[in-house]
């Protein structure tokens, strides 16, 4: 079996853990969740970080009205953390007014965004009622009846017996209100560990929730929790790279409470400190959605590295796609499921296939300069798939400006890249083009940059000094993102990794018969 090279493995990366396509690395500079950014910032907080935020102020208010949409009590418990790292408009004045407006005269408040009326959920959302209220300093604001109620209510709910997580949210309230803990919940046992190396994976997920529900009852009444340090610091060095925030955060903190020493929270600190974007907020892989086009991308760009283009995941993902009930029947949609399918197992082609590059409404007979890249990007998805197409007719116009060069170029590229070279107008010409490919500055992203040289030298444009140059300006500085580091970044001010933009630099550069050393260097130099 032939091992791939670090460089041929970095694509791993991008595998969707939602549907197991790749997903477009750009995603990887977007922030998490509400949820999951709160619980990264309070997992750095617990670990004696004291994160900050530059965080743009309509990112936070993206956040938060997600936040809140969700839930109007627990969405304001997610926005504590980016709160007190800096991001002053997370949490403001009249969100406590908000909050108790959301209290029922029984004492308990009530979230009616999640639909339930228990008197479990009712626990749950009086206790983040009360977190927000505690973390905003308004809890000694309540009128003396008010929570004179809720102290009576939760009491009435002490004297049954609880599930964990009930207890948990009881026990915190309790403690936000200077209450004490009742007996009847801090006796309650430690969830047994004796069986853990023999449960699955949702039940273990579901001791470690009932494991951190105890330490919370314990830490509520200034106990210590008694848990299984041999069992649980294993579980923390296993998982630390890949559990889901929240998880995360629940394991740290029942280590921390058992008195595990800072050694053992280390691997969290890399990953967390690697996670983290340029603002401060942190990124979550785990919720990004992979696409058939990303996937297209990434095996295009393995085909012109040399790598191996089989890949039983990314089969597996496109046939779940297409077995279920919303799978898209758009022709384009269709086309680059077809081309994916084509390159990544084979096989013949289809004559649904072929009459989709043969649509007018799939791929325009016409180009101009405002649909060249939907034509061009179609072309590419048809040669993948094995369809050969025909020779549209193409309007002119003057390459007298960035977007119509970068067009005209798209068009020569396109011709190129469906096997139809010797049709590229002859109005398309290199002399038109070289002052363009000479001046990087004019464009603004490395991708339309680089699809203008490539048309250059496909029309006999020389590699001279000048242009060297040139591309060692506009190109080279743009390599590499964390983790990703054979992939060129967007340009023009966005610093994140394309897989379109690494696709016209790569290609560019076997055009250029590997002169400016951008594609990945073989094994063993062949």
């Known amino acids: 079996m032939r091992r791939e090279s670090a460089a041929a493995r970095q694509f791993d990366l991008l595998v969707s853990k939602q549907n197991g396509y790749y997903y477009h690395p750009f995603l990887r500079q977007q922030p998490a969740g509400p949820q999951a950014q709160s619980f990264a910032l309070r997992t750095l907080s617990e670990l ?22 969700t839930s109007s009590l627990w969405g304001r418990d997610w926005m504590i953390p980016l709160w007190r790292a800096g991001a002053g408009k997370a949490l403001g004045a009249g969100d406590a007014a908000d909050v108790n407006r959301l209290r029922a005269k029984g004492g308990w408040y009530v979230d009616s965004a999640l639909g339930d009326d228990s008197d479990a959920a009712r626990l749950g959302a009086t206790w983040a009622a009360l977190e927000v209220l505690d973390a905003l300093g308004r809890v000694d604001d309540l009128p003396a009846a008010d929570r004179a109620a809720t102290v009576s209510w939760l009491r009435s709910q002490a004297r049954k ?36 190396a023999d449960l699955a994976p949702d039940a273990r997920a579901t001791r470690l929730d009932d494991t951190y529900s105890y330490a919370l009852i314990q830490q509520a009444a200034r106990k210590r929790p008694a848990v299984s340090r041999q069992v649980w610091e294993p579980v923390l060095r296993d998982g630390a790279a890949t559990l889901p925030y929240e998880q995360l955060y629940e394991l740290v903190h029942v280590l921390k409470a058992a008195g595990s020493p800072k050694s053992v ?20 892989p785990d919720a990004y959605i992979g696409d058939p086009d990303a996937s297209l991308f990434v095996q295009r760009l393995r085909a012109l590295a040399g790598w191996s283009r089989k890949d039983p995941g990314l089969l597996a993902a496109l046939e779940r796609e297409e077995k279920s009930d919303d799978v898209s029947q758009e022709g384009a949609e269709r086309l680059s499921r077809a081309a994916l399918r084509k390159v990544t197992a084979g096989g013949g082609t289809g004559e649904r296939t072929r009459q989709l590059c043969a649509d007018p409404r799939v791929l325009p007979t016409t180009v101009t300069e405002r649909n060249a890249t939907q034509w061009q990007r179609t072309t590419l998805n048809c040669a993948d798939a094995g369809a050969s197409v025909a020779v549209p007719k193409i309007a002119t116009w003057s390459p007298d400006t960035p977007e119509r060069v970068v067009a005209a170029a798209t068009v020569a590229v396109g011709l190129a ?34 699809l203008v040289v490539r048309a250059y030298s496909l029309l006999g444009g020389a590699l001279d000094a000048s242009l060297r140059e040139a591309l060692g300006r506009g190109i080279t500085p743009y390599g590499g993102c964390p983790g990703l580091p054979g992939l060129y970044q967007v340009g023009g001010g966005d610093s994140a990794c394309d897989l379109k933009t690494t696709w016209a630099v790569w290609t560019l550069d076997r055009q250029l018969h590997g002169a400016m050393g951008w594609l990945p260097a073989p094994k063993n130099g062949k």
Request: proline fraction near 7%; charged fraction near 30%.
């Open 48 to 69: 004696g970080r004291d994160p900050k935020t530059s965080v743009a102020s309509a990112r936070v208010e993206s956040l938060r009205g997600g936040a809140l949409e």
């Open 161 to 196: 017996v609880r599930a964990l997580d009930e207890g948990s949210a009881l026990a915190r309230s309790l403690h936000f209100l200077h209450e004490p803990v009742p007996g009847t919940l801090t006796r309650i046992a430690a969830p047994r560990t004796d069986d853990f």
């Open 265 to 284: 929270f280390a691997p969290v600190l890399k990953r967390l400190d690697g996670d983290r974007l340029d603002d401060g907020t942190v990124r979550d």
């Open 417 to 450: 890249d469906g096997g139809r070279r010797d049709n590229i107008p002859s109005w398309i010409t290199a002399d038109a083009l070289k002052p363009w490919a000479q001046n990087p500055d004019r464009f603004t992203s490395v991708y339309t940059y680089a």
